[in-house]
């Protein structure tokens, strides 16, 4: 049966006190609703929330008393312990749901997933040793790319193995951990999709986004990205096949390569993430609805927004130190500054980012 | 001596809990500034806030306590009692300042202050009792329009005199207070500017905002006012001429009608707001800088932002039981919603609005 749509007033609850749970916090209250945080670690959405939660993940008291207050349950990050997961959902909608946690959060079975549905990943194989990870090396030749199968983001997690590298010190170097091997995949791009899926099944999609990584972590992003159409619609088209398959609801963004060969260009998936993502940030300033509105509407069973962008879009991320030029960004018109409140600026921190929205053409 | 700017991560203080200081403390919390919110009455703004006071204006307990805990004082009505102003700018910048709010609360003081720059008012008289409200009538006419001096808004504390009615229960019925009466000006059109004064002196306004009321409640803004070029400069000439005899800092509005006599047209002052206004809504979703990010630059002390217009505007209030709308405008592509987040939608009580940019031309 499907639950009631919230009505303006009511409260939704996020897991994790991060710059994505602030941001959809703050899109929440735009709508008239209500944000519960729920977090081991304080973080920069307890400043913009009704309502925080200061507690383990583990902590079955604290996370009734947040079921109870709230209407539906979204998280920011994907790695949600499974056991928290299915703990809120026998209480309330977890939105994205159980499924699309699991898959998402196993690098093994989401490129198994994908597969499964006929869309292409790079190829892999599963490590669980160095004699199965000797044998991957085998047969998808190096350079490869030995990832835990979870728990990686931003680069972490990774080795790049290449012809001399020993296999078995990279294997140690990730804590012999379960792993995939990933055969190399020489791309000409990095682009995302941000789409959303709605309780009735409705799927839309912002503009593809072109990304530019430095370190691992997100760097620049462009919209609309150098692709051809026939290559957007197609990269549109898998990620509403994606959350279909996974019944999905809320923001969903596919991070792809984009290869080219022989003259024409094909893509490859990357990874799935099941939340509002560091690309579509910029449909703040740039778009009709923001992502973080989008996944608002869809968590609470409301209607999708348009996703309609404004304009050309440059999106540039604020690492560390980078935020340090807030003065100088403040001042240049058509620049719209996002700074996250986070007090101290680490390396490799994601501190704000910027957009810029020019005119077409 | 001039203050130094706030920095990233400081905490700006607003008195007032209303849907104002809520839009104020979410552009604070973009720039990622925290936000304290000081008022006697629980209201919209506690819930995206990461601090709040609830006490009296006249606590200075809890005065004290709130301005050591941020680095600029700030409102979102200009009814703060001049106490409380003057406690606080003892101890932190009260932007905008005392000067602009002691004008801005007294109808006669605020017109003849106007008067006093040169700029045209409605024709108005001072009235303390009866024979000098009977005297005023003699000199301005009926209609006219008696207001008290203090502490009015959305058309409470008015009363409209026709010919055959009886001046002193006129008088009676806005209890006996000072006022002011007005002549009545027949104007073509109401109009607004919002324009903002930095610390340095630096001065920028949105586009000419026309406004229709309803019940003496804002009901519709469109933008740009349908005005000539020669009338809409010289109304946001007006403005900033005002804001630099009041040496002001942040956002402020000026209400003005638009007089059309002889083919050509002139504008009146109605009335001051120091502060961001209903009639600037739109600019969260149709300009480059929002009003609200504008007046928290300005306390701030930073740089003024770019007041660009996205396209034509149109901007709707959502009146008590017309907030009821809101699942079809969120069907509605290219509306932006807005919900204030109150629970009850009584009669005339302002529960969100609605923002249409539409292309050019």
Redesign the interface.
Known sequence: MSQPALQ??DTIGILGSGQLG?MI??AA??????THIYCPDPGPA?????TFTLAAYEDEKALAAFADSVGVVSYEFENVPAPTAAFLAARRPVRPGARALAITQDRWDEKTFLNGLGIPTAPFARVDNVASLEAALETLGRPAVLKTRRFGYDGKGQAIIRAGDDAGAAFRSLGEQPCVLEGFVSFAREISVVGARGVDGSFAAFDVCENEHEHHILSRTIVPAQVSETTAAAAIETTGKIAAALDYVGVITVEMFLVEENGSDRIVINEIAPRVHNSGHWTIDGA?TSQFEQHV?AICG??L??P?R?GRIEMGNLIGAQ?DA??EL??E??V????????EARAGRKM?HWTRVLPEG
Chains 1, 2 share one sequence.
Not at 338 to 343: E, I, N, P, Q
Request: charged content about 20%; glycine content about 16%; overall charge positive.
């Open positions: 303006p007033g602030r916090a703050m209250a735009r709508l008239g609703l209500k307890f400043d913009v929330c009704a009709a509407r409301w209607p927004g348009s309609r404004h935020a807030w003065p403040l001042r018109p058509g719209a500054l996002h700074l996250y409140g986070k007090h704000g």
